[in-house]
Nanobody, 123 residues
Framework: QGHLIESGGGLVQAGGSLRLSCAAS????????MGWLRQAPGKEREFVAI?????????YYAGSVKGRFTISRDNAKNTVYLQMNSLKPEDTAVYYC???????????????WGQGTQVTVSS
């Protein structure tokens, strides 16, 4: 079974940037689509971004983050990243890394999850 460990969360002012990292264990990590989801207090968990397996040639973003966030992966390090720029207070949430064999841009239900990392954006 694989494990996903997020890091890089923290407190940042509006307009600032953060980069989240997700380290995946397992020799076949590169064969999984990887993504990020988030959950704000009192709200349902929502999709943020996904990147396809292997070379990561395909990526898809939620409309609320498109143009501000960038997902990427480094298979040599078994790590996926989420670069977050121009952060807004409404981006405040726990961010979860996730993985699944399927790459989907709608109704993605990943099998594997990390423990989450808190991102707080102050106004």
């Amino acid at each position: 079974q694989g494990h996903l460990i997020e890091s890089g969360g923290g407190l940042v002012q509006a307009g600032g940037s953060l980069r989240l990292s997700c380290a995946a264990s397992g020799r076949t990590a590169s064969s999984y689509a990887m993504g990020w989801l988030r959950q704000a207090p009192g709200k349902e968990r929502e999709f943020v971004a996904i990147i396809s397996s292997w070379g990561g040639s395909s990526a898809y973003y939620a409309g609320s983050v498109k143009g501000r966030f960038t997902i990427s992966r480094d298979n040599a390090k078994n790590t996926v990243y989420l670069q977050m720029n121009s952060l807004k207070p409404e981006d405040t949430a726990v961010y979860y890394c996730a993985a699944d064999t399927a790459y989907r841009t709608t109704n993605w239900s990943p099998r594997y999850w990390g423990q989450g990392t808190q991102v707080t954006v102050s106004s």
